[in-house]
Each structure stands twice: as C-alpha cells, then as structure tokens.
Nanobody, 129 residues
C-alpha cells in the first residue's frame, strides 16, 4: 500500500519560510517522479514543483519560480519543498504527488489530477499579511 505523508505546513507571516516534507512508503521511491501541487477551495489543483525520478531535473510553476525549491533524498524516501519569501497568495493546501515509473519533472508539470498515480492527504499552509 502506497502512502505519501506530508508534514511541515503551518501559519507563517508574509516574507517568511517553511519547508514541507513528504515521506513515501510502499513504492520504489527512486523510480518515481515526485511533485507538489496546491489547491484553494473552489479552485483547480495547481502545479507547484516537480523533480524527476533521477533527481537531475526540476520544474516549477511560474508563480513560485525563484522562491521555492524542490529536492529529494532517495535514502530517506522523502521529497522536500523549501518555500521562501512566502506571500499571502501562497495560502493553500499543499499536496505531495508521485508518478512513475520514470516520470520526468516536465511531464509531471502537465499532468492532471486524475493522471497522477498517488497523492498525499495534504498539509495546510497559511501566509498572513
């Protein structure tokens, strides 16, 4: 049974930082592309960042480029999202996603919600102004 468990969300002031973590189990982590998406109630789920299964390619949504960094630690089966210079408009539920095998970051950035293999339960990020 595949599980993706996010952690690290919370309340932060504008301009602050948070680091999200997603611990994966039940899959061969090193063979899966990993990503982060976010969703505000009433809106579509939005692509935030992805990292290829090999770890050598990343892709970011336009609204977070230069502020967010995705990384992975295959030894710990964990993917991270470092979020800096947070803005109130970054407020959302952030979801970890896994797709594979051998999904690239570019491919993951264009995949719809029903196309991705696995999702976490989400973690709330709230940025106050």
């Amino acid at each position: 049974q595949v599980q993706l468990v996010e952690s690290g969300g919370g309340l932060v002031q504008a301009g602050g930082s948070l680091r999200l973590s997603c611990a994966a189990s039940g899959l061969t982590f090193s063979r899966y592309g990993m990503g982060w998406f976010r969703q505000v109630p009433g809106n579509e789920r939005e692509f935030v960042a992805a990292i290829s299964w090999s770890g050598d390619r990343t892709n970011y949504g336009d609204s977070v480029k230069g502020r967010f960094t995705i990384s992975r630690d295959n030894a710990k089966n964990t993917v991270y999202l470092q979020m800096n210079s947070l803005k109130p408009e970054d407020t959302a539920v952030y979801y970890c996603a896994a797709d594979g095998p051998f999904t690239t970051a570019q491919a993951m950035s264009t995949m719809g919600r029903t196309s991705i293999d696995y999702w976490g339960q989400g973690t709330q990020v709230t940025v106050s102004s």
